[in-house]
T-cell receptor, first 114, second 112 residues
Framework: KQEVTQIPAALSVPEGENLVLNCSFT??????LQWFRQDPGKGLTSLLL?????REQTSGRLNASLDKSSGRSTLYIAASQPGDSATYLC?????????????FGRGTSLIVHP | NAGVTQTPKFQVLKTGQSMTLQCAQD?????MYWYRQDPGMGLRLIYY???????DKGEVPNGYNVSRLNKREFSLRLESAAPSQTSVYFC???????????FGSGTRLTVV
C-alpha cells in the first residue's frame, strides 16, 4: 500500500526566504504526482503536476521535482511571500492494477510572516 | 467557470437525519471522488466512480452511499447522520489520462 509522508508538518519563515517542502512515497511505481495548495476553509487548488516520466515542473516561483527511484518529490518556493501562507499537499497516483486512486500526504502548513 | 461544483457549502444536521451532498463537474471527466477531511487525519477517500455507471468503496465508506447519476454528477448520501460524520467533504474529478485532479470547494457538515 502506498504511503505518502510530508515533512515538515509545519513551517514558519520570514518573507523573502527560499524554501523547500518535501514529499516522500513508499512505492515508486507511480503514474504522476500532484502538488496542491489549500487555504484555510477552502478547497484544494492544483499547483503542479509531474508525470512519472518527468523530472520537474515549473510555474512562476514554484518548482517541483520528482525522483522516482528515491521516492521523493520536492516543492521549491522562491522568494516566499505572506500570500504563500497555506497548507501544501502532495498526491501520488499509482501505476499498478489499473488503480488511479491518489494517495495524499497530510500536508505541510506554511506560514510566511512579513 | 469550468470546474467542480458542490452544494450545499454548509449544513447542520441532527443525529439520525439524512441528506445528500451534490457534486457536478463540467470538464467531461470520467472519474469522480468523494473525500472527507478531518483535522489530523488528512484526506480520506469515501467512494469513487471510475466511470459512469460504476462506483467503488474507498477507505471509509461506512455510513455513506453514492450515486453516479450521469457523467457529470456524483452524489453522496448520509442515510442516518452521526456526530462522527462531522467533517469537511470534498468532491473531485479527473479525466483518467494523467492530467491530475480538480477539487470542489467543499461542504462543511456538522452533525449535532
Amino acid at each position: 500500500k502506498q504511503e505518502v509522508t510530508q515533512i515538515p508538518a509545519a513551517l514558519s519563515v520570514p518573507e523573502g526566504e527560499n524554501l523547500v517542502l518535501n514529499c516522500s512515497f513508499t512505492d515508486s511505481a507511480i503514474y504522476n504526482l500532484q502538488w496542491f495548495r489549500q487555504d484555510p476553509g477552502k478547497g484544494l487548488t492544483s499547483l503542479l503536476l509531474i508525470q512519472s516520466s518527468q523530472r520537474e515542473q515549473t510555474s512562476g516561483r514554484l518548482n517541483a521535482s520528482l525522483d522516482k527511484s528515491s521516492g521523493r518529490s520536492t516543492l521549491y518556493i522562491a522568494a516566499s511571500q505572506p500570500g504563500d501562507s497555506a497548507t501544501y499537499l502532495c498526491a501520488v497516483r499509482g501505476d499498478s492494477g489499473g488503480s488511479y486512486i491518489p494517495t495524499f500526504g497530510r500536508g505541510t502548513s506554511l506560514i510566511v510572516h512579513p | 467557470n469550468a470546474g467542480v461544483t458542490q452544494t450545499p457549502k454548509f449544513q447542520v444536521l441532527k443525529t439520525g437525519q439524512s441528506m445528500t451532498l451534490q457534486c457536478a463537474q463540467d470538464m467531461n471527466h470520467n472519474s469522480m471522488y468523494w473525500y472527507r477531511q478531518d483535522p489530523g487525519m488528512g484526506l480520506r477517500l469515501i467512494y469513487y466512480s471510475a466511470s459512469e455507471g460504476t462506483t467503488d468503496k474507498g477507505e471509509v465508506p461506512n455510513g455513506y452511499n453514492v450515486s453516479r447519476l450521469n457523467k457529470r454528477e456524483f452524489s453522496l448520501r448520509l442515510e442516518s447522520a452521526a456526530p462522527s460524520q462531522t467533517s469537511v467533504y470534498f468532491c473531485a474529478s479527473s479525466d483518467g489520462s494523467g492530467y491530475g485532479y480538480t477539487f470542489g470547494s467543499g461542504t462543511r457538515l456538522t452533525v449535532v
